[in-house]
RNA sequence: GUGGGUAUAGCUCAGCUGGUUAGAGCGCCAGGUUGUGGCCCUGGAGGUCGCCGGUUCGAAUCCGGUUACUCACCCCA
């Protein structure tokens, strides 16, 4: 449309905003580390078709959310809706698995879903994820619950809720969807319109659903408990059991269901209290089936996304993780011509020894520049004098308490050293 | 894809039932201080009133459409 207008759903991210950024990406780095992931960094897009057979085809993502295009070699290529297959398709094409087990990889960047905007949802989002290859343990898919919450926690985030279910495997499933279709079918005339379609495409899909007419007929249903396999019900006994012994404050949740088809055993999600209709900050789960599904060696794996857009909202929300503008060391002031020639000569030299040093571009009066000082909270303004350059001195004014001191040209070090003892 | 709300200066907003040069606060620039910031005072710049069309002698104001933003639904981080 307009040359001066973003596409819907995305953000320009600048001063005042990228500080924040800046700073949760630095609380990624340190909980990653801690944890032993590595990063590993995949395309924007991705052939079409593996998100088609990794998210599944039957899924809303799928259907009518992606960004899909044909490039001029008439490859179908999409913009990719989320970070799991793409680190899937990854692990299994660099043969991330050869080497000792389990792997533990995580991503950060941009995802892309044709949705209608709103509040902490976008088209163009951002993701912080991590996956693990390698092992059934339980206790990592408590790892993926608790990097999270670390994560949350140093950044000083509270109100937030953890929500576990397990959804077992190809071996007990179906006969709890059995159960589930045969519990339905009798009552299909209560159900809202999209229950009654998903009701023999993905049952499970129906027990999340939050149309209040079909709450009464939910509230009956059974839940998936009796059906689990025995891998799958000692598998779920000891993550609730880890989770305990770690102290760890979760809800269960038997109708908690997650969107894509992958999941197997476990899944979680974490809300926000801070947060209005999509309070979701961060949701994972155990998908022993994928890395199969998608071409690889039968490997077990777990994974977490974090929406970064979402938890800066939770945290924005909440008055944290506040940045403060740093001012620059000194502010050179001048008079133009050979004094503005002496100032950007030590700004340059100052610069050099890795401190901030800014001075007037605009030629304005020296009240102007001092202001322009003062508004960038400057710790020092120098000014560049033609009377004090003749003896080869600069004043030095420290802009805090106003006091005024000469300082030699000859000994830029001894300038350096003082400006940058006080700065920072 | 569906529904509600909103759209006036860089920002936050006022502009009553349509009436002449569209305002305020903050911010920005300049002056008050011939070489010195913050406070104060004075002045100044800055607006296609989202866009298109209609009603009217006359529309920022009423009507229709459209786009964007926003909130919610579906769904999801």
Redesign the pocket.
């Known amino acids: 449309?307009t040359l001066t207008?973003?596409p819907?759903?995305t953000n320009d991210i600048g001063p005042g905003q990228i500080e924040l950024w800046h700073k949760l990406e630095e609380k990624i780095r340190q909980v990653t580390s801690a944890y032993g992931y590595q990063e590993l960094r995949t395309p924007i897009f991705e052939h079409t078709e593996l998100f088609q057979r990794g998210i599944g085809e039957a899924?809303?993502?799928v259907e009518k959310e992606m960004y899909t295009f044909l490039d001029k070699g008439k490859r179908s290529l999409t913009l990719r809706p989320?970070g799991t297959a793409p680190v899937v398709r990854a692990f299994v094409e660099g043969k991330l698995g050869a080497g000792s087990l389990p792997v533990k990889l995580y991503y950060y960047g941009p995802m892309f879903?044709y949705?209608?905007?709103?509040?902490?949802?976008?088209r163009q989002?951002t993701?912080f994820g991590f996956e693990v290859f390698g092992s059934q343990d339980p206790l990592l898919d408590v790892e993926a619950i608790m990097l999270p919450l670390e994560l949350y926690k140093s950044c000083g985030l509270s109100g937030f809720e953890v929500q576990i279910n397990t959804i077992g495997c190809p071996a007990c499933r179906p006969s709890y969807r059995q159960e589930l279709v045969e519990y339905f079918e009798p009552q299909v005339d209560k159900l809202c319109a999209?229950c009654r379609d998903?009701l023999h495409r993905n049952p499970m899909?129906l027990l999340?659903?939050?149309?209040e007419s079909c709450q009464e007929v939910l509230s009956g249903a059974p839940q998936i408990t009796r059906h689990l396999c025995e891998e799958c019900s000692e598998h779920f006994a000891q993550v609730v059991d880890y989770l305990d012994a770690l102290g760890v404050d979760y809800k269960l949740n038997h109708r908690l269901v997650?969107?894509?088809d992958y999941y197997t055993k476990t899944v979680f999600?974490v809300t926000s209290s801070e947060l209005?209709?999509?309070?979701?900050?961060?949701?994972g789960g155990r998908y022993d089936g994928l890395v199969e599904e998608l071409g690889g060696k039968p490997t077990p794996a777990v994974g977490f996304?974090?929406?970064v857009?979402?938890l800066l909202l939770a945290l924005q929300g909440q008055d944290k993780l506040k940045a403060e503008a740093a001012g620059p060391h000194a502010y050179l002031i001048h008079f133009g011509g050979s004094t503005k020639r002496r100032a950007a000569e030590v700004a340059y030299f100052l610069r050099s020894q890795g401190l901030w040093a800014e001075l007037d571009y605009l030629d304005?009066?020296?009240?102007?520049q001092?202001?322009?000082?003062?508004?960038l909270s400057s710790k020092y303004?120098m000014?560049f004098?033609?009377?004090?350059l003749g003896r080869n001195r600069v004043?030095l004014?420290n802009?805090?308490d106003?006091h005024?001191q000469e300082m030699d040209l000859q000994e830029l070090e001894q300038l350096a050293k003082i400006i940058g003892e006080c700065g920072q």
Request: hydrophobic share 30%; proline share 1%; net charge positive.
């Open positions: 449309m207008t973003r819907r759903g899924t809303d993502i989320e879903r949705e209608r905007p709103q509040a902490g949802r976008y989002f993701q999209s998903r899909r999340d659903c939050k149309v997650r969107g894509f999600e209005g209709a999509q309070n979701a900050i961060g949701a996304a974090v929406g857009e979402r304005r009066s020296i009240k102007a001092m202001k322009a000082a003062n508004r303004a000014i004098g033609e009377e004090e004043i004014r802009m805090r106003g005024e």
